[in-house]
């Protein structure tokens, strides 16, 4: 008894036991069939326990059974019979030893182990759960997830080599990617073992993360080795994308696992982390003599196994992990899992800054000692902004700009005196163009703004007329409501979404508008049941036809029935949100299943396609070299065709180029054209024709589609071979072998390469003549190709690079929204981007002609600049005085001429679509600005213009009016700045005013085209000089935090001066405006990063005690190799302290190049760097680019800043900026601050830092070491 008990102790210490409940049979070797239970398992047997133990009292130690068992349908239903031999008998049972290790069967019985526990858990989640319990169920789903992970990776890391071989740049490094596969292979029983160990050490550890896991700092990067270095950056790369895929879940249990584990852990030290996980495969994997490409290819392999199966970890965690105690609450019990109400609690709506547009300041703050919330806070202790809140905020914004037209301090608060909103007042409702005015305004008018309208102010009257809602919260129910309409309106415009899509959210308009309403947390998390019941909805598309109907009558009637479920329960039965999305996902998983499957075999059947061609053409080149210029044997033609093409094409896709099956079977088509050549003297040996026929009909079998036809080409071989004489068969000449090849496209041009290379697998574009937006699911290299398919994953569209680019240039194809991403969320970003956008439009367009005001004309002119070529070309712009328009106004009345104006607008406008600018500058003048040739072309322009402005005509109460201008013009063939070209063309007006009616007058200057306004090709033979002589210096202004009081520089932006020089002028301005459209910015970037690196490392001690240094990089260095490189030799030299680096890049240059700059911030963030948009809000286009940039800072642009004072929509315009920067964990630098007001305001706003003459002028480097 004591020699059982020691071995039962041994056994418990050698294999971890796990208990579980399963039905089973106990086959004996004598035949007999017995009922049992499966109690508990280990990898080396497991615990049967019998009713009848006396049944197997006869049998023996070592005696084989079988034991057979069906897991639950769940679980998967397959049966299992398992090999075993009775190890000993108990009083209750029998413990059996496998014959070997059925792994199958022991991962079937760990899911419903598991699954036992994970019941158990959510049974007394919130009753105190025993936390060692826990911890184990997490380290068996670890284990779980590492492993399916593990199948995954065998499953496809093959065909991603096989991939990365055909992009290998020669033969040898090809063979080694391919050789990797069978190394890879055959480490696989190691890996399958080592890979949970290594997980589930960083499980065990309780998180610590090992010193040679972590990642390193600055000063070890700078002496690794260079493929040592590499390798670390590929690994990190991957890491980084299944960190931004699982940013939300990771966000949202890291402070559950925190809590499980009893200690802070970081992204480093998660034990369910992508770093942990991948650095484990990193350490297994680092055993193999690997290439890096085959690294690379491995790192990438292994992050696609873990998506999945971390999805569904992260799932399972977030349904045992109790969420943490929220660290505002005070007071509570301690106790480590909360309940129901303390989750409520976190919803509740004072946690978040912006409700419903109240003033911030009547809402309870935390205690000023509370640590901020985010890097981009606007006051210490306010948490970042939701997505509804950002929204929120922006509706005030636009409801202050409707209200008045001046100045207020606080960007959320409403306007003194001004209504409190349409619910103010329940009892006499407020009529509904009040309620939607603000949402009319931010929005695109649509019909749904209105019908929701009625719904918010009926549905706010019934609430407030029950009591739910307090009259004094009417005004924030309402902002919630309009909100919720702005959102409505988007998702209705969402071209993507089938009708029945739009019909089914339109019936849960009511129930989810009241939900708005009642609860902060709807609109503001992403996690709430309503907000994923809408996204769930969104997946319906999946059963989609392109027309966008839905013919699956039982899918419709679930999603129909779910809906009336929702409208009937939801004001009772909060809970029916979560059900209905349970219920509709399980219903919806086949489909989304089926779409994955579908795209992932139209992208393997395309990659084969490619590469099938690719050896195809190798093929028939080297058949064509063996038969040039010599007569064939018509059986060997035979031979080939396709029998020999098909087996060397096999080949060359198994076994790669070169390898030497390919050269056998080149050896076998080369001795079959000596031995049938009639000029062969000396014959083989009959052992050798035998032979070869062997090795022939083998190979053959493998690819020929008749036996027949394979037996008829063996049968001449062996005439032709043996019996040469007889005349089996005849010789051609001339023969060629026809090759379907492509035809080569042109290379295209940097400019073109950027706009289609910013492209990857995955994007969603719209197409003018295609009904629904496609998805980018292959990408072709040989030729270059782009397939497109539908939501459903069906091939719909194939596009050769150059009508690519021709669609992509003419607009005709677009990126749009991702719809893989939830509908709510890739709603509210496009509703968040609609807002600001038309904020921007707000500000930057006259309100009376809709054309653009003066600031933004003058910023367009800088950015025309660019774009104008040749020695001899240059701009023009012209001030057109239309002075009939003053008589006119008195004639026509207010509505007249504001028709009258809109009219003549839209009439110039029309002059400018081929290409130009136009601006309506004051009460009666336009301002047009145009690149031309010659100074012959500007004028002709001129002319133009003038004539179409006398071809206009007005008709108003059966009077026709028409008008007369004059026309002043400036001519610069160099850059010239804008506000100095105006006033040049002003003068000239002014001149033709005197001269009388339809004049045109040139400006002239004697002087304008000396020196500083000389052309480009002055500066082209000037430049080097300038560089190298000296003439150029760093200058350095201070940046500011509005927060600190004393006004201390955080950190410099590195400026670029000129060393005086009476006799040779340097006008900066205009010298880097025509090295920029020379092409040569980029080298005046590496002067001034050589400079600025140089002073550094010149001077370490100053430098230690300055923030940073933020240097400006223009769009032609992001986009150049040659950059690059150089950034990497500077920074790998490893004496500069790159996290004191900012990179400051334009918005238009990271936008225009969003992938080339999106590259170039992920690489030198590695580094440490950080990086800046500057010039923000001039080109804002989309919301999604600005998230995908990972920038650290937004400049708001000085034009926007100015005239805050003066300007109520440059306020809004700044608030939103702000706002939207903030939500995205952004800070934010308003530039050109020159006085108080502006900067009170900006405090106000919450911006963090500002730049202009205010807080320090601009000064000598050298000066920052005094």
Not at 558 to 566: C, G, L, N, S
Not at 633 to 648: A, Q
Not at 729 to 758: M, N, P, Y
Not at 1244 to 1263: A, C, M, R, S
């Amino acid at each position: 008894m004591a020699a059982e008990s020691l071995t039962q102790s041994r056994e418990r210490r050698t294999q971890k036991r796990f208990e579980v409940v399963q039905a089973a049979s106990l086959k004996t070797a004598g035949g007999q069939e017995l009922a049992c239970e499966i109690r508990n398992f280990c990898l080396g047997g497991m615990f049967l326990r019998l009713d009848d133990v006396a049944a197997v009292s006869e049998m023996r130690s070592g005696d084989d059974v079988e034991v057979n068992f069906t897991p639950p349908a769940s679980h998967g239903a397959q049966a299992f019979s398992v090999k075993a031999r009775l190890a000993r008998q108990g009083a209750d049972g029998i413990g059996v030893a496998f014959i070997g290790t059925p792994l199958d069967a022991t991962r079937a019985l760990n899911r419903i182990a598991t699954a036992m526990r994970t019941q158990r858990m959510l049974g007394r989640r919130y009753q105190g759960a025993d936390s060692r319990q826990m911890l184990e169920t997490c380290r068996v789903l670890l284990t779980q997830a590492v492993e399916a992970a593990l199948q995954g990776l065998y499953a496809s890391i093959e065909m991603r080599l096989e991939r990365a071989a055909g992009k290998a740049d020669n033969f040898a490094e090809r063979n080694a990617i391919l050789a990797a596969a069978d190394q890879i292979r055959v480490h696989e029983a190691a890996a399958r073992t080592n890979w949970p160990r290594r997980a589930l050490e960083g499980f065990d550890g309780l998180g610590k993360s090992r010193p040679s896991e972590t990642s390193r700092d600055s000063k070890s990067l700078s002496i690794v080795q260079t493929d040592e270095f590499e390798d670390w950056l590929n690994l990190t790369a991957e890491i980084n994308k299944l960190e931004d895929h699982f940013a939300n879940e990771l966000a949202d249990l890291a402070p559950r696992i925190e809590k499980l584990h009893g200690r802070a852990l970081d992204r480093e030290s998660n034990p369910f982390g992508p770093a942990m996980l991948l650095r484990a495969a990193h350490a297994e994997f680092s055993t193999l003599d690997l290439t890096p490409g085959v690294r690379k290819a491995l790192y990438g392999a292994l992050r696609e196994a873990l998506q999945a199966p971390l999805e569904e970890l992260y799932r399972q965690l977030g349904d045992i992990l109790p969420e943490a105690p929220s660290t505002q609450q005070t007071g509570a019990a301690a106790n480590p899992w909360p309940d129901t109400q303390a989750m409520a609690d976190d919803l509740n709506p004072d946690s978040v800054m912006f409700v419903g547009g109240e003033p911030v300041e009547d809402r309870p703050q935390p205690a000023p000692d509370a640590p901020p919330s985010g890097a981009a806070t606007a006051a210490p202790g306010v948490a970042a902004p939701t997505p509804g809140g950002i929204a929120g905020a922006l509706m005030n914004l636009f409801r202050r700009t409707q209200s008045r037209g001046t100045v207020v301090a606080a960007p959320a608060a409403p306007p003194a005196g001004a209504p409190a909103g349409p619910a103010a007042s329940v009892a006499g409702a407020p009529a509904i163009p009040a309620a939607a005015s603000a949402v009319a305004a931010a929005m695109p008018v649509g019909g749904s703004v209105q019908r929701i309208a009625g719904t918010s102010q009926r549905v706010l009257g019934e609430l407030v007329g029950s009591g739910r809602i307090a009259p004094a919260q009417a005004p924030t129910a309402q902002n919630a409501a309009d909100v919720f309409g702005a959102l409505a309106e988007t998702i209705e415009g969402d071209r993507a979404l089938p009708g029945s899509v739009k019909q089914t959210l339109r019936e849960l308009e009511e129930p989810l508008v009241k939900l708005a309403m009642l609860d902060a947390g709807y609109l503001d998390s992403v996690k709430h049941p309503a907000h994923r019941v809408v996204n769930v909805v969104d997946r319906i598309a999946l059963a989609s036809t392109d027309d966008g109907r839905i013919n699956d009558k039982k899918l419709l009637q679930a999603v129909q029935r779910w809906t009336e479920r929702i409208r009937n329960e939801a004001d009772r039965n909060p809970g029916i949100y979560d059900e209905a999305r349970t219920q509709l996902e399980k219903v919806l998983q086949p489909l989304l299943r089926a779409r994955n499957i579908r795209i992932a075999r139209l992208q393997a059947g395309l990659e084969g396609w490619q590469k099938m061609g690719q050896a195809n053409r190798a093929i028939s080149e080297g058949i064509q070299r063996r038969i040039e210029g010599r007569e064939v044997p018509d059986v060997v033609l035979e031979f080939f065709n396709p029998g020999w093409r098909n087996y060397l094409i096999r080949v060359i896709l198994r076994h790669g180029t070169g390898s030497p099956q390919e050269t056998e079977a080149w050896d076998a088509v080369d001795r079959l054209l000596a031995w049938l050549d009639p000029q062969q003297t000396a014959r083989p040996q009959f052992s050798e024709m035998q032979r070869l026929l062997t090795y022939v009909d083998a190979c053959l079998s493998l690819v020929s589609a008749g036996k027949d036809q394979q037996e008829r080409i063996m049968e001449r071989l062996a005439d032709a071979l043996f019996e040469p004489g007889k005349g089996s068969f005849r010789l051609l000449s001339g023969v060629k072998v026809a090759s379907r090849t492509h035809a080569a496209e042109a290379a295209l041009d940097e400019r073109d390469a950027a706009l289609v290379d910013q492209f990857r697998v995955g994007d969603w574009l719209s197409f003018a003549r295609a009904p629904l937006p496609m998805n980018l699911i292959w990408i072709g290299d040989d030729p270059p190709l782009y397939v497109f398919s539908n939501y459903r994953g069906v091939r719909k569209l194939e596009l050769k690079q150059q009508e690519f680019l021709d669609l992509l240039k003419s607009g005709e194809a677009v990126r749009t929204d991702n719809l893989d991403l939830p509908l709510m969320d890739r709603s509210f970003s496009s509703m968040i981007e609609h807002m600001h956008r038309n904020l921007v439009k707000q500000a930057t367009s006259d309100p009376e002609t809709g054309l653009m005001r003066t600031p933004e004309f003058m910023r367009r002119v800088k950015r025309a600049w660019l774009n104008v070529g040749g020695d001899t070309a240059g701009c023009v712009m012209g001030v057109i005085d239309v002075e009939d328009l003053r008589m006119v106004q008195v004639r026509l009345g207010t509505v007249g001429y504001s028709q009258l104006l809109q009219a003549l607008a839209q009439h110039l406008s029309q002059k400018c679509r081929d290409g130009g600018l136009i601006a309506r500058t004051g009460d009666r003048t336009f301002a047009f600005l145009r690149a031309c040739e010659n100074e012959d072309c500007a004028a002709e322009h001129a002319e133009a213009f003038i004539t179409r402005i006398n071809q206009f005509s007005f008709d108003w109460e059966g009077q026709s009016y028409s008008l007369t201008a004059n026309a002043g013009l400036a001519w610069a063939s160099a850059y010239v700045e804008p506000e100095s070209l105006y006033n040049r063309a002003d003068t000239a007006c002014l001149t033709a005013k005197h001269e009388g009616r339809n004049q045109i007058v040139f400006y002239r200057d004697e002087d304008s085209d000396r020196h500083g306004h000389a052309g480009l090709a002055y500066w082209a033979g000037r430049f080097n000089g300038i560089l190298a002589g000296g003439r150029l210096h760093l200058r350095a202004q201070p940046i500011v935090a509005l927060a600190d009081e004393s006004r201390q520089p955080v950190h410099y932006e590195i400026l670029l001066g000129a060393r005086d020089d009476p006799a040779e002028p340097l006008p900066i301005g205009d010298f880097v405006a025509a090295v920029e459209r020379l092409k040569r910015i980029s080298e005046l970037d590496q002067w001034v990063v050589r400079e600025a690196f140089g002073w550094i490392r010149a001077n370490p001690q100053a430098f230690e005690k300055i923030g940073a240094f933020s240097i400006n990089l223009s769009g032609q260095s992001v986009n150049s190799k040659t950059f690059l490189g150089f950034m990497e030799e500077e920074l790998g030299r490893g004496d500069i302290p790159c996290d004191k680096l900012i990179f400051e890049v334009t918005e238009s240059a990271a936008i225009d190049s969003f992938a080339n700059a999106e590259h170039f911030i992920k690489k030198f963030r590695r580094y440490g760097c950080r990086f800046s948009l500057d010039d923000f809000g001039v080109g804002f286009s989309s919301f999604t680019y600005l998230k995908n940039l990972k920038v650290d800072y937004l400049k708001i642009d000085g034009s926007f800043v100015r005239d805050m004072q003066r300007n109520e929509v440059d306020v809004a315009l700044v608030s939103s900026m702000h706002e939207t920067s903030r939500f995205l964990g952004i800070q934010t630098v308003a530039e050109s601050v020159e006085n108080e007001e502006t900067f009170a305001l900006l405090k106000t706003i919450g911006v963090n830092y500002v730049q202009g003459w205010l807080t320090g002028k601009p000064l000598h480097i050298d000066d920052l070491l005094r």
